[in-house]
């Protein structure tokens, strides 16, 4: 049997995808699944053994140059691409009208979740086969019980990523690390500098441990930049693509960060790992709670640096007790 999953965007989307992926592949490993996501997120369904090829669109590039003829194009050459597979179906997970779309792109039945399920109820009239979801819990359950419903299993008790890093000479980091996950794609969900600083400030001063910035654009490096201004064991790093940041974070001692697609990554990488959150609620969006990985914080209320140096401390012990 020959799935085409699509999830297009964003990184955090793909990534609670993943222990859905985990599952089918336990149920019916031979399945034969293809995923459907944007070009820039490619390299997260990459790291899932479970996943056989990967097709990609530019649907953000795409949409902004709909008058060039070289996107239509490109749009048709993505079109044949999917139908030539003849897959048995499509599997929808994100919901959206777009995602819908795109879908049908393989003239193939489409099923996903029903009009009080889907993000956008639209995009369900565009689904031959469609299921209910439970609205209101965690995006990562929401996946894997639309998954066990679509291929008729039970879902299992058992929740994992299944990623796999593989290895790179191209990251050199000085061991024990810790990273810091500063940047965010809005405001509101920053933490500030100066708590990142004291922070950064009570890590260095206890334990004998570098710690990693990464950064995605000029104003996150220049943030980077100022955190780690002054201390000889803080470093901003080098541009990354995914896997690298992936590999990374696999090597880290412990992780703080905002709400950010890296933090679900290095979550699902089952690094020890504190999420802070000051402007979301992390039981819709946080990542998955365990003895090593925790949420701080939630809507109008910002954690301080004392909770998130104990909570990161505790998740360290954690893991380091397994």
């Known amino acids: 049997m020959k799935i085409l999953l699509v999830r297009l965007s964003s ?4 990534i609670h995808t993943l222990p859905a992926v985990s599952d089918l592949a336990t149920a019916y490993p031979d399945v034969e699944l293809h995923w459907l996501c944007e070009a820039g997120f490619a390299d997260i369904a990459k790291l899932h ?8 669109m530019k649907w953000r590039y795409w949409r902004k140059h709909l008058t060039q003829k070289a996107v ?8 044949n691409d999917l139908q030539a597979e003849q897959f048995d179906f499509v599997l929808d997970s994100q919901g ?19 009009w009080q399920s ?3 109820p639209l995009a369900s009239l565009l689904y031959q086969n469609k299921f209910a979801v439970e609205v209101g819990r965690n995006a990562v359950w929401r996946n894997r019980k639309l998954f066990a419903q679509v291929f008729d299993y039970a879902l299992p008790e058992t929740l994992t990523f299944g990623l796999r890093v593989p290895k790179s000479e191209h990251i050199q980091a000085d061991k024990p690390y810790y990273v810091f996950l500063h940047a965010t794609s809005a405001e509101r969900k920053l933490w500030p500098v100066e708590h990142w600083r004291k922070l950064l400030a009570d890590l260095t001063q206890h334990q004998d441990c570098a710690v990693y910035l990464p950064w995605g654009n000029e104003s996150e490096r220049q943030r980077a930049q100022e955190i780690a201004a002054g201390f000889a064991k803080a470093a901003v790093c080098d541009k990354m693509n995914l896997i690298e940041a992936a590999q990374l974070l696999k090597g880290a001692q412990g992780v703080a960060g905002v ?21 979301t609620d992390p039981h819709k969006t946080g990542i998955q709670p365990s003895a ?4 701080l914080g939630n809507i109008g209320s ?14 360290v012990a954690a893991k380091e007790a397994v």
Request: aromatic share 8%; glycine share 8%; charged share 20%.
């Open 11 to 14: 990184m955090g989307d793909l």
């Open 49 to 56: 053994p479970f996943v056989k090829k990967i097709h990609v």
């Open 72 to 79: 239509w194009q490109e749009i048709g050459r993505l079109k």
């Open 96 to 114: 959206l009208v777009k995602s819908a779309v795109f879908a049908k792109m393989a003239a193939a039945p489409v099923k996903g979740l029903d």
């Open 118 to 120: 889907a993000r956008e």
């Open 259 to 279: 709400d950010t697609g890296l933090l679900h990554l290095a979550n699902a990488l089952d690094c020890p790992l504190v999420g802070i959150y000051t402007d």
């Open 292 to 295: 090593w990985a925790k949420n």
């Open 302 to 315: 910002v954690p301080s640096v004392q909770e998130v140096y104990a909570g990161l401390a505790a998740c």
